[in-house]
């Protein structure tokens, strides 16, 4: 039998599941630079030609290759399927063939089938008698809803709940079957319910005892997976493309599995780096062996697709799946996390050229090494594809062994996971308080009767006084909303594969989510400093507000209006507080839309900062844009006030910045944007995606301001907002850039 | 004393070394036809003290580092050097280093000579050759830009020299090269930089309802910059930074 274990430094890993001290006694950290780093080889060439061709049909043919209309998604239910097969390295697809999505309707049988008429499919019979018989996470929610949540979901108060899809944002730790194996991994979990059946019957305890032997199901499912692609997982991984391959077949059985709206892959270079650096002492690999490897996984992580239906994609921008793979940070016990293998991922953007997919994220500490701060700004502006979360602020909640999930929700790799919330409509909920509990676009009484304020200017505290009673009412309802989508999603949709590689009674946290956090901030500001009257339509419902005078706005790091978006949060933690969750799982929030920010816009009346109906919100934590007038530095810093502590899902912001702004040449570019990201998260900011500007990016902002709200031009000792300039100004920087790069 | 503040640009990363905080100072003596600020030549706009200049200053200070710092442009920022020197004890004391943007036209009293010996860095304009070219263009003479220069040599403040090029007035080598005369015998320029002229501050003068001079001037192609750039380089004695 093969030493599994050779080389490696033993420790509690070896007699308990502890990965975090596997990688703590075994991983190399590194210091120096990228010059050891190689480019593709031919195979890589290949095969990356082959999935380029494919993803080129994919938009030809309106954004689906394919559909397996026959099968239910399942990890048995499709032949192996490959890209080239004798050119794959890392083996596996979600189908029989690439970029052929499946049809997985356990969250939601009616978008399935809604999904599959939009792309011209229709869903087969055999699927269609399965779920005749089957209760989906969407009809268990549905008939436990009460009246008021249907309002205020219909309403797009409570907005993106994952009631007709599943919930996605839990990551299994895929690194176990790697170091354990399945046998070892089944014989504990077993080992577990032993120990666990012999406590009193509680609900939690039948739950937790049902959950087991669900999870154990798919394990023993996950090891024939791997079978039919001819590894045996069911013992640990011999050498380092063992541990890659047995670490995505993990990954792999969890998107079958599950359709989830985000499947992060976790914090897996340390770990991989520790077997590589093995088999390079060992002389079995080298360092082109070793990139080819990361470039193989990095491609089949691109392949990842999920059946979307259109409006979905719209709400998102796309096609995401957010395989979010967390780079890089510290260890508790003071040294980098920064490993070779983090530069390899880094690479990839070069070898593979620039992507969304995967979401690579570097966890940032002022301790990294400088090297690898450089080599990651150098990577942002060659290729924006990066974004960066502040790890000295994230180490002390979740030690260091967490990754991120989607793109800014931390939890402990195995030991917690997310019941994720979507978001509230703040902005939607001050409407609703100044019009007495009725909704501003169709006048629907969804709170309770309250006073409907006057055509007389607003008075600061009464405003304040009925937001905080509505944002009260609205988190209780927001708070037991979420209980019944998640008790019914464990119900109907558990993650089986991906709860079994978390301990057995992890730490659940629940995911709430503020959405119009710059327009409330400067709503509210614009009634304390400027004049605001509202405007009533014909049934005394308050449609627009007249605002006079001029008032602090949130982005400039202006403490009269930055102190209010500070305080919303805090508010509104505090009260979604107040009311318990299922399965006692722990509150957090995020600041974050993604790209939705647009979609809530549209259904949010007028609001008393000048914004009109409809009018997109900022994205995430930024401020609005246009607004921030001090500049870049200056919008970061009214960001970087939201407090960590009450927003412990993230705080995301977005900033784009041109080249020309940024530095007079790479060298001073690299430099600057080090010291932008040091800066920024030295005042315990949380995210930042950073966007250095090509072309095309100006094009896309110009369509869609709200894309990149900051964007900066600099022309030399000037700097203007691009959303600033007229669309003819545009095209000439647009046509002066085209020019420049020709 | 207070200071009058047209704007603030807290990311002002190609204005000096490191990430500097730009501070635009109101009021501007000269009136240059391609002026991309005409907004800034009038002395009124927002009055700070130095203490409340300073508060705003320091929020920025986690992004310094070991070069950054704060930059006093404008306007024309030596009309208000006696504010810029109160300002720049307080600096001092927080340990941030600043830098001027300057046109060199203002005479050079005691409070202009200690801003400058002073700077980290002093972005000096050399915007024409000639006091004939100075006076039809900005509506000055050279005679204070060249004083400012000798000063700065003087007294060893590492210096930029800047030159707006644009096209139909200075974007030939021939017209270049007289720039030249006047900086390269200078030890204190560290850099001689070509700034393309640009229409952006074009809406200003709409705006403003001024007259534009050079409304039907194109943009300054990049690659002619980068053309003349290496020119000057190539012409400038050695030990100059390019």
Redesign the interface.
């Known amino acids: 039998m093969a030493d599994y274990k050779r080389g490696f430094i033993e420790g509690n890993w070896t007699t308990a599941i502890d990965v975090s001290d596997f990688i703590k006694k075994n991983y190399t950290p590194y210091t120096g630079d990228a010059s050891f780093l190689l480019g593709t080889t031919s195979r890589t060439d290949r095969v990356k030609k082959r999935v380029d061709e494919l993803i080129i049909e994919e938009t030809k043919k309106g954004g689906v290759l394919n559909i397996d209309t026959e099968h239910v998604s399942s990890l048995l239910t499709y032949k192996p399927g490959y890209v080239i097969k004798g050119d794959d390295i890392i083996l596996g697809l979600q189908t029989d063939e690439p970029l052929k999505r499946a049809v997985n309707p356990f969250a939601g049988y009616r978008n399935a089938v809604q999904a599959c008429k939009a792309y011209g499919y229709e869903i087969g019979e055999n699927i269609k008698n399965e779920f005749r018989y089957r209760t989906t996470h969407n009809t268990g929610v549905f008939r436990a809803y009460t009246d008021t949540m249907k309002k205020a979901r219909h309403a797009g108060i409570l907005t993106g709940l994952p009631d007709a899809y599943a919930r996605g944002r839990i990551i299994g730790d895929y690194r176990r079957i790697a170091l354990y194996g399945m046998d070892y991994l089944i014989e504990q979990r077993k080992a577990d319910k032993v120990r666990i059946g012999q406590r009193d019957m509680s609900d939690e305890t039948i739950r937790l005892l049902e959950d087991i032997e669900r999870q154990i199901e798919f394990m023993l499912q996950l090891v024939t997976m791997a079978k039919e692609y001819g590894c045996d997982i069911s013992r640990p991984a011999e050498n380092a493309y063992e541990a890659i391959q047995w670490l995505y077949f993990g990954y792999l059985g969890a998107v079958k599995e599950q359709n989830g709206a985000a499947n992060s892959i976790g914090r897996i270079s340390a770990f991989i780096d520790i077997y590589i650096e093995r088999d390079i002492k060992e002389g079995t690999l080298d360092e082109q062996g070793a990139q080819e490897l990361i470039d193989d996984l990095v491609l089949k992580m691109r392949l990842v697709r999920h059946l979307r239906t259109p409006e979905y994609n719209d709400l998102f921008a796309g096609d995401p799946v957010w395989v979010t793979c967390s780079l890089a940070g510290m260890c508790e016990d003071g040294r980098t996390m920064v490993t070779k293998t983090c530069y390899r991922f880094l690479q990839t953007l070069y070898n593979l050229g620039p992507s969304a997919e995967p979401n690579i994220t570097v966890l940032w500490a002022q301790e990294l090494p400088q090297n690898f701060k450089d080599f990651c700004a150098k990577v942002s502006i060659d290729t924006d594809s990066i974004q960066y979360e502040n790890d000295d602020v994230m180490r002390k909640d979740f030690g260091d062994d967490y990754a991120i999930a989607c793109c800014v929700s931390a939890m402990k790799t195995g030991k917690q996971m997310q019941f994720f919330g979507a978001r509230c409509n703040l902005a939607k909920v001050l409407l609703m308080a100044l019009n007495g509990g009725r909704e501003e676009a169709h006048g629907d009484q969804i709170a309770p009767e309250g006073k409907v304020f006057d055509e007389k200017p607003l008075v600061y505290d009464e405003v304040i006084e009925a937001f905080k009673t509505y944002a009260s009412w609205m988190a209780k309802l927001y708070v037991n909303t979420m209980n019944v989508i998640h008790y019914m999603h464990d119900k109907y949709a558990y993650e089986r594969l991906m709860m079994s590689l978390h301990d057995v009674e992890p730490e659940r946290l629940m995911a709430f989510g503020i959405s119009g956090l710059s327009v409330l901030a400067d709503s509210l500001s614009a009634i304390k400093y400027a004049r605001v009257t509202p405007i009533k339509d014909e049934n005394g419902l308050i449609v627009d507000f007249k605002t006079e005078g001029d008032f602090p706005k949130y982005g400039n790091?202006d403490e009269r209006a930055d102190s209010i978006a500070k305080w919303i949060t805090e508010f509104f933690y505090g009260e979604l507080c107040k009311t318990k969750t299922y399965r006692n799982a722990r509150h957090t929030l995020s600041i974050l839309t993604i790209t939705s920010n647009v979609v809530y816009g549209k259904k949010t009346g007028s609001t008393p900062d000048g914004r009109r109906a409809g009018e997109p919100f900022a994205p995430g934590a930024n401020p609005m844009h246009g607004r921030d007038?001090?500049?870049?530095?200056?919008?970061l810093?009214s960001v970087a006030k939201l407090d960590y502590a009450c927003c412990m899902d993230g705080i995301s912001n977005t900033f784009s910045?041109t080249p020309?702004?940024?530095?007079?040449d790479e060298d001073?570019r690299v430099?600057?944007l080090t010291?932008?990201l040091?800066?920024?998260f030295?005042?315990k900011a949380h995210h930042l995606n950073v966007n250095v500007l090509n072309r095309q990016k100006l094009i896309d902002a110009m369509n869609d301001p709200s894309l990149y709200p900051t964007l900066?031009?600099?022309?030399?000792?000037?700097?203007?907002n691009f959303n600033k300039?007229?669309r003819d100004?545009q095209l000439?920087?647009i046509a002066?850039t085209f020019?420049?790069t020709m | 004393m207070n200071g009058y503040i047209h704007s603030f640009e807290s990311m002002a990363a190609v204005d000096g070394e490191g990430l500097r905080y730009a501070v635009f100072l109101s009021g501007c003596p000269l009136r240059c036809i391609y002026c991309h600020n005409p907004d800034t030549w009038k002395g009124e706009g927002m009055a700070f003290s130095p203490e409340e200049l300073l508060k705003k200053v320091i929020a920025y200070k986690p992004y310094f580092k070991n070069n950054g710092g704060v930059t006093f442009s404008g306007g024309e920022p030596l009309l208000q050097a006696e504010f810029i020197a109160e300002c720049v004890e307080l600096l001092r004391e927080k340990n941030i280093n600043y830098a001027i943007d300057t046109s060199g036209a203002t005479e050079l009293n005691d409070a202009v000579k200690y801003v400058l010996i002073n700077a980290q860095t002093v972005l000096l304009d050399l915007k024409f050759p000639d006091n004939d070219s100075y006076i039809k263009y900005t509506g000055k003479g050279i005679e204070n830009v060249l004083k400012t220069l000798d000063f700065l040599e003087k007294n060893n403040v590492p210096t930029r020299i800047r030159t707006v090029v644009i096209p139909g007035i200075n974007d030939s080598e021939e017209k270049l090269l007289k720039y030249l005369v006047h900086i390269n015998n200078k030890e204190c320029v560290y850099r001689y930089e070509l700034l393309p002229f640009h229409t952006m501050g074009f809406f200003k003068y709409e705006k403003l309802g001024l007259d534009n001079p050079l409304k039907d001037t194109m943009p300054l192609d990049m690659n002619v910059r980068d053309r003349l750039q290496k020119f000057v380089n190539s012409k400038l004695a050695k030990g100059i930074d390019i």
């Open positions: 790091d007038c001090e500049g870049a530095l200056a919008s810093n910045i020309e702004a940024l530095g007079t001073n430099e600057n010291n932008v040091d800066g920024y030295l005042q900066t031009i600099r022309v030399s000792g000037y700097a203007v300039l007229t100004k000439e920087v002066r020019h420049e």
